[in-house]
């Protein structure tokens, strides 16, 4: 059976992973800058998730939703504790964009009504309305262009208020770190007028951290940096370090009712254990700091690169700005150069994610690779 070929590959067949090293099937080692999608957080294979996954599965890998799960309990304490978002319900899912279908679902039933604003540039998944709310005309079907959907831009403050204005509005989504698009992000003050503006017309602010939260950003989520409250905040990504998990932070004003929302595999036994890892190890190593710390140092080599245009992003989550197009680059950095990069929709941005583990020699080892390649 031929694969469904959907994927543009690089010709690299990784076999095995530790921290940030790849190995391939030639026994060549790489440094992984990328995580696969902003996916590794903790670094690959870390002993301790290696440890509680593999205990946990020798003890139960699943049961389904119709069943107590202690697992889910010590998630949701744990999480607020390390998120400082107390008054919030967790609902676990199984991947970024299940957690924006279910926050725009959600929104919809507390709400009563079905127009979604999101804005330019934005990517939320692949899914029904996660799709629809992106802005990649591309990737949006047919039957995902029947989402009733508004897009903006940052900053446009007037138009905002005027689409809220209208009454038909249920959610607002945003990522407060563009991904997938090229790192741009709203100033505060923006920020600030949209949760402002979202509680006046009773419309659901969903914070997309899908790839910004779980530390990444140098904060537990990415939000915090602007002193606002989403009232949903999405997440998936960094969560379980590559085991497939998902959630959403729901606010205590939105009320559950039974069956509004649900999944079979979402916050099984494997996946609770895989984000409580995560956590023990962020916390240990004190992980958030240090994406927070590595961005100045990040910065400060990057302006030492005469190519290097702006540097994007907060943290962990990085983007370099050339005044060309990346691909080649990335190509020679991964061919030549045994390191993993990430593009960006803006072709002109290389995006640097590596897990949030990574060590400044580490960091160094990047920029030497990176001076070379562009000489
Ligand atoms: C901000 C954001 N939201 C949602 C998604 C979709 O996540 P998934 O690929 O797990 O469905 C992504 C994936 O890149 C993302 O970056």
Redesign the pocket.
Known sequence: MKLFDVYPLYKVTPVSASGITITDDKGEQYLDFYGG??VISIGHSHPTYVKRLTSQLEKMAFYSNSVANPLQTELAAKLTAMSHCPQYQLFLCN??????ENALKLASFHTGKSRVIAFNNS?????SA?VAVTDNPKINAPLNKQHQVTFLDFEDEESLEAELEKGDVCAVIL?AI???GGLDEPTTSFYKFLADSCKKHNVILIA?E???GFGRSGKFFAFQHHGIEPDII?M??GMGNGFPV?GILIHEKIKASFGILGTTFGGNHLACTAVLAVLEVMESEKLISNAAALEAFFREEAAKISQVKKVKGRGLMLGLEFDFEVAPLREKLIYEYHIFTGGAKDKFVLRILPSLGVKRHELQQFFVALKAALS
């Open positions: 999608h902003a991947s970024g964009a299940e957690a924006n990517f939320h998944g692949r899914t996660a990522e563009q991904g997938v997309d899908v790839q910004s999405s998936a990504k998902g």
